[in-house]
């Protein structure tokens, strides 16, 4: 099955910028879909963002819309997570994960986190004030 390494993560300044990089090993993300998930401490796993790797449709947290935009990169198979204007509110340990299900389809099913069988082991994002 499909191993995912998540990378990016880091210390910045409210208002700056990261990009997290979701690298898929063993096999492509091919009929895939893809998302990243944040848990902060003492908190449940939220829903961030999910692209389905085939047709890239993308679906966004209302929390993050217009500050963080999905993407994919088929040549090096990699899903990015831009991550601008960053917040205290931000600071989380982000994971990646992947269905070997296509459906990206609605927000329901995008970020339905039962649904999502393989995990990275997560990248600490820490944003100051």
């Known amino acids: 099955q499909v191993q995912l390494v998540e990378s990016g993560g880091g210390l910045v300044q409210s208002g700056g910028s990261l990009r997290l990089s979701c690298v898929a090993s063993?096999?492509?993300?091919?009929?895939?879909?893809v998302a990243w998930f944040r848990q902060a401490p003492g908190k449940e796993r939220e829903f961030v963002a999910a692209?389905?790797?085939?047709?890239?449709?993308?679906i966004l947290s209302d929390s993050v819309k217009g500050r963080f935009t999905i993407s994919r990169d088929t040549g090096k198979n990699t899903v990015y997570l831009q991550m601008n204007r960053l917040q205290p509110e931000d600071t989380a340990i982000y994971y990646c994960?992947?269905?070997?299900?296509?459906?990206?389809?609605?927000?329901?099913?995008?970020?339905?986190?039962?649904?999502?069988?393989?995990w990275g082991q997560g990248t600490q994002v820490t944003v100051s004030s």
């Open positions: 692209i389905s790797w085939n047709a890239g449709r993308t």
């Open positions: 994960a992947a269905d070997a299900r296509a459906l990206v389809g609605s927000f329901s099913t995008a970020s339905n986190l039962g649904r999502y069988d393989h």
């Open positions: 063993r096999r492509t993300f091919s009929g895939y879909a």
